[in-house]
Structures are given as structure tokens and as C-alpha cells.
T-cell receptor, first 113, second 113 residues
Framework: NAGVTQTPKFQVLKTGQSMTLQCAQDMNHEYMSWYRQDPGMGLRLIHYSVGAGITDQGEVPNGYNVSRSTTEDFPLRLLSAAPSQTSVYFC????????????FGQGTRLTVV | SQKIEQNSEALNIQEGKTATLTCNYT??????LQWYRQDPGRGPVFLLLIRENEKEKRKERLKVTFDTTLKQSLFHITASQPADSATYLCALGDYSSASKIIFGSGTRLSIRP
């Protein structure tokens, strides 16, 4: 039981490049989400999904796309990377959308130069 | 706008003492509050959840209180140990939408031997 697995752990991109951050969970959780964490700020919700085929925007969705074709996977796509997207990204999953514990991946540290 | 404040960026405590961390919020009426632990380079790990109709929750050496009148949660670690050194995050949520989950920026706790 691996929990939530994120790849890659580190990534450097040039401005304008695109890439996909991978997230997979093996707990059969319906709810998955993506956060970014910046120094001095709390985790901010980018996008979330309440099940396969259903996604919605969080607090800071601009510049990011998501899709959920299976229960297990929830990739995050950066369309055209900008320096403002330099951050640590966390994927999380939970059994329910409400008041249950979230399981987080180890994070992806992304630098956009 | 909704805001969460965690009492300080860093807290230094002597081993064996009780560490008390504070989470204050404004412009929000959460249905529940969670506390997470985050170690450097790792994702947050869930510790405790307390609902709006609960005053106190305990788990081993951890205790959380939730005062909806003061709009404050206190997180206590009794008999603190160097292994408790980490950053602790509070998160608020309600039942209407996943996009209303808000994380604080965290308090870095250091327990000195």
C-alpha cells in the first residue's frame, strides 16, 4: 500500500514550457486535490476532483489543467510555465470530500527559470 | 476575506514541557478543523480533526480545543520530545464545498533536549 505517489520529486522548467505532474493513489479514494505551498503561505487549493470524470477549480486554478479519467490518477498540467509557478506542489486524496483526513504525497518541487 | 493565523512562525520549547500552538481565524464559520504535521521535504500528515460541536479532542499526547466564539483552536503536545520538532498546520473546512478548505501557513516547533 503505497498511499499517494507523486512524480517527479524535482523539476526545473524554462518559462513557456509545459509539463505534467503525476499523482496516483491506491486507496480507492474518490476525492483528490492539488495544492501549492509557497514560503509564508498556507497550502492553496489549485484543483480538485470528487470522482472520475469530475473536476473543479480551487482558489488558484489559473495556468493549470487537470483531468480524472480513473479513480487512481489525477495529473496536473502546467500549460505554459511562468516563474510565478515556482513552488512545491502536493497531491492529496481522501475518502470523502468532507471532514476526513487527507493523505498527501511527498511533493514536487518545481522551479521555473 | 477569510484568514487563518497561526500564532508564530517558530516556537522553541524545552523537552518535557507542553507545547501550545494557536490557530485563529476570521471571516469564516468552519464546520471542522484539522491539524497536520509536516516534516522538511515531506507532505503533511494528518493528526487530529475536531468538529464545531466538539470542545476538545485527545490522541495520546496530543490535545486539540476548538472555540467557535473566540474563533480559535489550540493544539497541545504534552511531554514534548525532540522527535516532535516539525511544522504544524491547521486547516479549516465546511460542508458546503471542498474549495473552502483553508490551510494556515504553519508554526515551526523546535523541541530542545
Amino acid at each position: 500500500n503505497a498511499g499517494v505517489t507523486q512524480t517527479p520529486k524535482f523539476q526545473v522548467l524554462k518559462t513557456g514550457q509545459s509539463m505534467t505532474l503525476q499523482c496516483a493513489q491506491d486507496m480507492n479514494h474518490e476525492y483528490m486535490s492539488w495544492y501549492r505551498q509557497d514560503p509564508g503561505m498556507g497550502l492553496r487549493l489549485i484543483h480538485y476532483s470528487v470522482g472520475a470524470g469530475i473536476t473543479d477549480q480551487g482558489e488558484v486554478p489559473n495556468g493549470y489543467n487537470v483531468s480524472r479519467s480513473t479513480t487512481e490518477d489525477f495529473p496536473l498540467r502546467l500549460l505554459s510555465a511562468a516563474p510565478s509557478q515556482t513552488s512545491v506542489y502536493f497531491c492529496a486524496s481522501s475518502y470523502s470530500i468532507r471532514d476526513t483526513e487527507a493523505f498527501f504525497g511527498q511533493g514536487t518541487r518545481l522551479t521555473v527559470v | 476575506s477569510q484568514k487563518i493565523e497561526q500564532n508564530s512562525e517558530a516556537l522553541n520549547i524545552q523537552e518535557g514541557k507542553t507545547a501550545t500552538l494557536t490557530c485563529n481565524y476570521t471571516n469564516y464559520s468552519p464546520a471542522y478543523l484539522q491539524w497536520y504535521r509536516q516534516d522538511p521535504g515531506r507532505g503533511p500528515v494528518f493528526l487530529l480533526l475536531i468538529r464545531e460541536n466538539e470542545k476538545e479532542k485527545r490522541k495520546e499526547r496530543l490535545k486539540v480545543t476548538f472555540d467557535t466564539t473566540l474563533k480559535q483552536s489550540l493544539f497541545h503536545i504534552t511531554a514534548s520530545q525532540p522527535a516532535d520538532s516539525a511544522t504544524y498546520l491547521c486547516a479549516l473546512g465546511d460542508y458546503s464545498s471542498a474549495s473552502k478548505i483553508i490551510f494556515g501557513s504553519g508554526t515551526r516547533l523546535s523541541i530542545r533536549p
